[in-house]
């Protein structure tokens, strides 16, 4: 038979839960995905912004070209100092890294969100979101590789 009585002491509360929970968001991975969904809404919120506030007066793809520069530029250091802990190095040239690699992406929105918004029809930020669930698989790659990789160990 399997012992199941608790390893605590009477009156101490288990703390296995909490120690698992904490185990986990310092975990690489947990901290890249809440980085990028900080990442993703930041951009939301950007080309929201931008939709409503060019109304019709500028192509969508210039808004979708602008709300990734400048969320690029407000999530680097988040990326560059929490999630992949880099230092050492220039961080222009960990930008442009990471600009070179969210460049793809960029690329992908504005060769998909013509045929799911002009020809499949659909409302723009509804297509943004699926181009977008389909990148943090890929970007973690290529950032773990490439962009934050240790370049003293190579």
């Keep these: 038979m399997v012992d199941l009585r608790s390893r605590t002491k009477r009156g101490e ?17 947990i901290t890249y995905l809440l980085a990028g969904a900080m990442t993703a809404v930041v951009y939301y919120v ?3 912004l931008a939709l409503l506030a060019a109304e019709d007066a500028a192509p969508y793809l210039v808004l979708v070209v602008a709300s990734h520069f400048v969320t690029v530029v407000i999530v680097y250091p988040a990326y560059r ?6 230092s050492g190095e220039s961080w222009l040239t960990g930008y442009l890294r990471f600009y070179a690699v969210g460049l793809t992406f960029l690329g992908a929105s504005l060769a998909g969100l013509p045929l799911l918004v002009e020809i499949v029809g659909m409302p723009l930020m509804l297509a943004q979101g699926l181009i977008i669930l389909a990148s943090p698989p890929l970007s973690y790659l290529a950032h773990r590789t490439w962009t934050f990789r240790d370049r003293a160990n190579v």
Aim: zero cysteines; charged letters at 15%.
């Design 46 to 48: 950007l080309l929201g």
């Design 81 to 86: 100092l929490i999630v992949f802990r880099v």
């Design 13 to 29: 509360e288990a703390s296995f839960g909490w120690r698992a929970l904490i185990a986990a968001l310092g975990a690489h991975r």
